[in-house]
């Protein structure tokens, strides 16, 4: 239940930095996508539906602000959230290499799938444009937040739950 509720108030301050903060910050009209980031750290950390769920909860907040359908970008953040679960299984804290490519993984994931829903269904075609000015920009800008964000989850998760320890049996009877 602790890990639900600090998704929840990590959801809430990416959301607001991205909305309030990360405009002011532009580098070529692109900003990082941190609701991208925190889905797919999420899924990747702690699983399968705790990806979900924050996929969900990044999903809806986007819809209910910026979106014209609810549900569309609910599909997309789940996605990630569960895609990334899946690889929970690679998760080594130490290294930085897989959560970095699971970063810009779902990145490029998430701009294709954007494009299909809000271009493509529209009959706008320019994907290789799109992909050129729009998605490899923002990877490499996610990217370079997203390692920030990794760390800070990592530094959380140490203190939200420090490892157990195992008491070793000392008394052992021999007959």
Same mark, same amino acid.
């Given at each position: 239940?602790?890990?639900?509720?600090?998704?929840?108030?990590?959801?809430?301050?990416?959301?607001?930095?991205?909305?309030?903060?990360?405009?002011?910050?532009?580098?070529?009209?692109?900003?990082?996508?941190?609701?991208?980031?925190?889905?797919?750290?999420?899924?990747?950390?702690?699983?399968?539906?705790?990806?979900?769920?924050?996929? /969900?909860?990044?999903?809806?907040?986007?819809?209910? $602000? #910026?979106?014209?359908? @609810? &549900? !569309?970008? +609910?599909?997309? *953040?789940?996605?990630?959230?569960?895609?990334?679960?899946?690889?929970?299984?690679?998760?080594?804290?130490?290294?930085?290499?897989?959560?970095?490519?699971?970063?810009?993984?779902?990145?490029?994931?998430?701009?294709?799938?954007?494009?299909?829903?809000?271009?493509?269904?529209?009959?706008?075609?320019?994907?290789?444009?799109? /992909?050129?000015?729009?998605?490899?920009?923002?990877? $490499? #800008?996610?990217?370079? @937040? &997203? !390692?920030? +964000?990794?760390? *800070?989850?990592?530094?959380?998760?140490?203190?939200?739950?420090?490892?157990?320890?195992?008491?070793?049996?000392?008394?052992?009877?021999?007959?």
């Amino acid at each position: 239940m602790k890990r639900y509720l600090s998704m929840l108030v990590m959801v809430v301050a990416c959301f607001v930095c991205q909305t309030a903060i990360f405009p002011h910050m532009q580098l070529l009209h692109i900003m990082p996508n941190l609701l991208v980031v925190l889905t797919s750290i999420s899924g990747f950390m702690y699983g399968r539906k705790l990806g979900m769920y924050a996929g /969900f909860l990044c999903g809806a907040l986007t819809d209910c $602000i #910026y979106g014209d359908v @609810i &549900g !569309i970008s +609910i599909l997309i *953040f789940v996605m990630i959230g569960y895609v990334n679960g899946m690889a929970n299984k690679l998760y080594f804290k130490d290294d930085l290499s897989i959560p970095i490519t699971a970063i810009v993984l779902s990145d490029f994931l998430y701009g294709l799938l954007y494009f299909v829903c809000f271009f493509l269904l529209r009959g706008r075609f320019a994907i290789l444009r799109y /992909f050129a000015g729009v998605m490899v920009p923002e990877a $490499i #800008y996610t990217v370079i @937040i &997203g !390692i920030l +964000i990794y760390k *800070f989850m990592y530094w959380l998760e140490e203190k939200l739950y420090p490892p157990e320890e195992v008491p070793l049996k000392t008394e052992s009877k021999i007959y």
